[in-house]
């Protein structure tokens, strides 16, 4: 028989008769912290324990392997609460068999201690697992482990990333004891305070004005907020669909600031780029399909796959030849079959006629030089201009569509990027025709009553005074 004994949080009135009485029955008591107040109450009740070895495995392998019938695992508070040991003797297969004699946890006698109601429940952590711990500041957080001033301060400075500085928060010591103390203070006293094996953490609830938000967390904190049952109604309404025409106009917007290089306007937009990401993985968290985390270690673990050359044993020299091996990697990973498979349909004509280009190039489908290039283009304006003279639509959408692909091409010969030369290239046209718009204004001349050389001297014009 094993018996896993809580001894409560140290007075004498935390224990239960029943976890008295299996102590006294068992051949051999192990106590995992013999330095609680809960070790002299069982000297006070005739109890012989010995100290638990210090790793959870060696504590396991010992209770199980231990000649006695009867023996108990003690810890304070509440067995199942806060304590490693008993969590991987639940993991194991054990020929004794295991009874569970409870007393209360810690989490009782702390509220007791201040009086403190928690109508919406409590979470209960380890500062040992610092910084990998997530609380929701909306809820009171009840934190134990605070065993030396180095975890004092840890546990701090993950607080100020969540709360104010002026935030109250109370230490407890030696809760459900006669020694019991209740220190309060501002979140920023906090590392001055005092702190051992006996003192624990509250931190009340702190509503969602007062919080801080700081760094990538609090932005995934605040998109959780707006989507809350009490937070945007905008926000709250916004499915996958509904985001999509956004999706779309912030990345142009993002497009617009990349080409303006302006450092301000770039930030703004590239946050706005990363709300919609946002967005969407907290909509995606709220169905359970993923959460932004998921997306941030997916892309992580496809970034290492796909950069051998940087975390592995390949060898890539240049540019180039990293993108061959991305490729191939894409294709095994997504079990593609064509190296053309996975461009999105979506995308913008050119952009995409020019991946599905450069994909094809990297595999051998390609010119020798630009010039070869250049020779087909005159070749696809002869039969465009054949098609043109047939009258046939279709036959001129076809050969118009090759000589637009071959341009693609001739900008990827010459490390261009088409959709970027084409828009740069509409915005020239914008500001040219914008400015003879205003010259005829001036004149008082409507557009449509100027004759061919009149236009074509206004746009001369107009190239040299906004080419400036």
Request: with cysteine; glycine share 4%.
């Amino acid at each position: 028989m094993l018996y896993l004994v809580g001894l409560g949080a140290g007075g004498a009135q935390e224990l239960s008769e029943q976890a008295l009485h299996a102590l006294r029955r068992a051949q051999r008591v192990f106590l995992t912290h013999p330095d609680h107040p809960s070790a002299r109450l069982l000297q006070l009740a005739g109890v012989a324990f010995e100290a638990c070895p210090a790793e959870p495995e060696t504590v396991v392998a010992t209770l199980l392997n231990t000649p006695e019938r009867v023996v108990a695992l003690a810890t304070p508070g509440h067995p199942l609460v806060g304590n490693p040991f008993v969590a991987q003797l639940l993991t194991v297969d054990t020929p004794r068999s295991v009874r569970l004699v409870a007393s209360r946890s810690v989490m009782e006698p702390v509220l007791e201690a201040v009086m403190h109601a928690a109508p919406d429940g409590i979470q209960l952590l380890s500062a040992a697992c610092l910084p990998h711990v997530a609380p929701d500041p909306t809820l009171p957080a009840l934190w134990f482990a605070i065993d030396a001033p180095e975890r004092l301060r840890a546990l701090h400075a993950r607080l100020t990333t969540l709360y104010p500085a002026d935030w109250e928060v109370v230490l407890i010591h030696a809760p459900g004891d006669v020694s019991v103390e209740v220190r309060r203070t501002p979140l920023d006293g906090l590392p001055e305070m005092p702190c051992d094996a006996l003192t624990y953490l509250l931190v009340p609830a702190c509503p969602r004005r007062e919080q801080t938000y700081t760094g990538f967390e609090g932005l995934v904190r605040v998109v959780a907020a707006l989507r809350a049952p009490d937070g945007c109604p905008w926000d709250r309404e916004q499915t996958h669909a509904s985001l999509k025409p956004h999706l779309l106009e912030e990345t142009y917007e993002a497009l617009e600031a990349l080409d303006s290089g302006d450092p301000s306007a770039m930030r703004e937009e590239l946050g706005d780029l990363l709300l919609q990401v946002l967005m969407h993985s907290q909509i995606a968290r709220e169905s359970g399909a993923f959460d932004i985390e998921g997306v941030v270690q997916h892309l992580t673990e496809k970034l290492i796959a796909r950069h051998p050359h940087v975390f592995g044993d390949a060898h890539a020299e240049t540019a180039a030849q990293v993108l061959k091996n991305w490729d191939a990697a894409k294709r095994q990973q997504k079990k593609r079959d064509s190296v053309l498979d996975g461009v999105p349909r979506a995308m913008p004509a050119l952009a995409r006629a020019q991946e599905i280009s450069k994909r094809a190039a990297r595999v051998g489908f390609e010119w020798d030089s630009i010039n070869g290039v250049l020779d087909k283009l005159r070749e696809e304006e002869t039969e465009l201009r054949q098609a043109i003279e047939s009258g046939d639509s279709a036959r001129i959408a076809s050969e118009l569509g090759d000589l637009l692909f071959t341009v693609v091409n001739i900008a990827r010969h010459a490390d261009i990027d088409a959709e970027q030369c084409l828009r740069a290239m509409v915005d020239r046209f914008v500001a040219r025709f914008q400015w003879m718009e205003q010259a005829a204004a001036r004149q008082q001349r409507p557009l449509d009553s100027l004759s061919a050389d009149e236009w074509e001297t206004l746009w001369q014009q107009a190239k040299r005074e906004t080419d400036r």
